[in-house]
């Protein structure tokens, strides 16, 4: 029989030692995330999971389109009409507490939901204010949140991402690959006992920390998590306090996953540091064999800072774009895909998205359930009162509903999004540019029928800016506005932008999600009233960036000068926008940046 890859047998090992380290202290941990689809490996991890855990453990699953008084508890509807009074009823975080819970297509969780099960992990307690009660409970637990996106869908929501230390990935591994771990239930027992005083050493720290920076971890949670796993990992193989081998854990399994960069290569080999001497066999000191070969020997922080971060570029996948300090790196994995545009909410049609206080007006869908729950706390209150009017004896008197108690449905749905593109087509370099603009327009065209996305272009060039092509999804008419598109003259950045926000806020007002993008040098040369002159130029031009940025509309800035522009960054930011320097890039690069901008503006929401 073959011997299974190593790669994947290293996968499934620390897959089940995240696993060991999340029972041991939920609390530090936060829970995982598994990447996984439904299968024979992440089956196997779930029972390896409630195995490890106990008999005694409570597991509790989360649905998908759990509503939120089922979650986080709320109103018992039957017992409230039956008693004539509130009573509450306990969420499934409540009844959770000491165990697990696993959220099924966690990548399709609300951020509402998201964000209130992020604050439930962090500090232990569950409040919920709804339908006149308020419920506090304190309760603590272990969230395994199953990832079944496809390489183009939504993740689980960030609050969750930086709440829990570890992620792993599942897929791709065989039933011949699954082995069970070498930990058992007893070894989790005691290290839970042993953790409280194992102690985090500052050379961990420090190197941990050190790691994390230069990996572009943009969290403090990450630090954070990285040295509480540390300390975990201490206390499952039985010492009181950290060395080299918990840091490597933490940084495999919680700092590389996070990671958004390189780390810097350094060109020149390090001569500032002293090599240490030999030791000498007469200088007093005694080590025995037993001594010599003991893992708690640490090096100093800078050394051991050292050893990660260069152990971490062999764990680093190689499609990791490298981030420098004026470029923002790109998720490798988009946020939207087969979707397009903001989620729009209405009455009429759509996912459910909850319910509203309304009217019965045309057109509204009454939500019978979610009325009798307002309804409910207040039956006794009015049953008393209409007694002091009626004959009717109360126990005739049927459930007494008003106006403010009608609960009408939301529903929500994706609009389409008009990439608005404003090139810069002045001067020598203009041809170039604006090769990029027509290749990557016809690009995203080409998959426009798929997600409903429309095109548009303005050029920006002599004394003033132009739509060339309105927003479409017809490419034979985008070729034809872009055959005959000339370049040359000044550099009118303010005209250019005020377009694309005009062009933009019209989109909106006819529903669709814009989204601008800015292919530009940022050397204005041409003010509002055409004049010639840098100085009011690039003031004029960075109020219309601030006139986009205050507006919120999604904007994405193209450096595509030979080298990186301040001026640029001071119009990105002044805009809020994605800055990412191009000084090379063709019409694919341009159109693959392009689109994940796109598909990522569809997790902002806008509510019409």
């Given amino acids: 029989m073959d011997e299974p890859p190593a790669a994947s047998t290293d996968k499934w090992d620390e897959a089940c030692l995240a696993l060991s380290l999340a029972l041991i ?120 949140a199953l990832d079944e996106a496809l390489e183009d869908e939504p993740p689980v929501p960030q609050v969750l991402q930086e709440r829990m230390a570890f992620r792993i990935d599942l897929d791709g591994l065989r039933a011949a690959e699954l082995s069970n771990p070498n930990v058992v239930a007893a070894d989790i027992g005691m290290a839970r006992k042993r953790l409280p005083g194992v102690k985090l050493t500052d050379e961990v720290l420090e190197a941990l920390c050190a790691a994390s920076l230069a990996l572009g971890v943009n969290s403090a949670r990450g630090c954070i998590l990285a040295n509480g796993v540390a300390r975990v990992h201490a206390a499952l193989a039985g010492r009181s306090a950290t060395v080299q081998q918990d840091a490597e854990a933490a940084l495999r399994l919680v700092l590389v996953p996070r990671a958004r960069s390189f780390p810097e290569v350094e060109d020149e080999t390090r001569d500032d540091k002293e090599t240490p001497p030999d030791p000498d066999p007469d200088d007093g000191r005694e080590q025995d064999a037993d001594e010599a070969g003991d893992d708690r020997q640490l090096p100093d922080a800078e050394e051991l800072a050292d050893m990660l971060i260069e152990a971490s570029k062999a764990l680093l996948p190689a499609n990791l774009l490298i981030s420098s300090p004026g470029k923002q790196t790109l998720r490798s994995r988009p946020s939207q895909a087969g979707r397009a545009g903001a989620l729009q909410r209405g009455a009429a049609r759509g996912r459910p998205a909850g319910t509203r206080r309304g009217d019965l007006k045309p057109g509204q869908k009454l939500n019978v359930i979610e009325t ?32 403010q108690d009608i609960r009408v449905n939301r529903y929500q749905q994706r609009s389409g999004t008009t990439t608005i593109f404003a090139v810069d087509a002045s001067g020598s370099s203009a041809l170039n540019r604006l090769a990029e603009a027509k290749g990557a327009v016809e690009l995203l065209l080409a998959d426009s029928y798929v997600r409903r996305d429309q095109v548009a272009l303005v050029a920006f060039r002599g004394k003033g800016a132009e739509v060339l092509l309105p927003p479409t ?33 019209a989109e909106r007002r006819r529903g669709a999600t814009p989204v601008i993008v800015v292919l530009t040098d940022g050397q204005a040369n041409i003010a509002r009233d055409g004049r010639a002159g840098r100085s009011q130029a690039g003031r004029d031009a960075l109020d219309a960036a601030h006139a986009i940025g205050q507006y919120g509309i999604t904007s994405l800035l193209l450096d595509i000068s030979l080298r990186p522009n301040p001026l640029a960054v001071d119009l990105a930011g002044a805009m809020r926008a994605r800055l990412v320097p191009l000084p090379y890039a063709d019409s694919s690069a341009v159109s693959s940046i392009v689109k994940q901008e796109t598909l990522a503006s569809s997790d902002r929401p806008y509510t019409v």
């Fill in 25 to 144: 202290s939920p609390k530090i941990c936060g829970g995982v995330i598994v990447r996984a689809q439904a299968g024979p490996a992440r089956q196997h991890w779930l029972n390896l999971l409630v195995r490890l855990a106990g008999e005694n453990t409570p597991v509790v699953r989360l649905p998908v389109d759990a509503a939120p008084q089922r979650v986080f508890g709320g109103l018992d509807l039957v017992a409230t009409l039956r008693s004539g009074h509130p009573v509450s009823e306990a969420g499934l975080l409540s009844t959770s507490n000491g165990g697990i819970v696993i959220a099924a297509m966690a990548e399709r969780m609300s951020a509402s939901m998201a964000a209130q099960i992020g604050t439930v992990l962090e500090t232990g307690q569950l409040i919920a204010e709804r339908d006149g009660l308020q419920l506090r409970s304190s309760t603590r637990f272990l969230l395994v």
């Fill in 372 to 403: 009798l729950r307002a309804a409910a706390p207040w039956q006794a209150l009015r049953r008393r009162e209409a007694l002091k009017h009626s004959a009717v004896s109360d126990g005739l008197r049927p459930i007494e509903v008003r106006k």
């Fill in 473 to 505: 999804r017809s490419l034979v008419r985008a070729k034809r506005a872009l055959t005959g598109m000339a370049g040359g003259g000044g550099t009118p950045l303010c005209a250019g932008l005020e377009t694309a926000l005009l062009l933009a806020l």
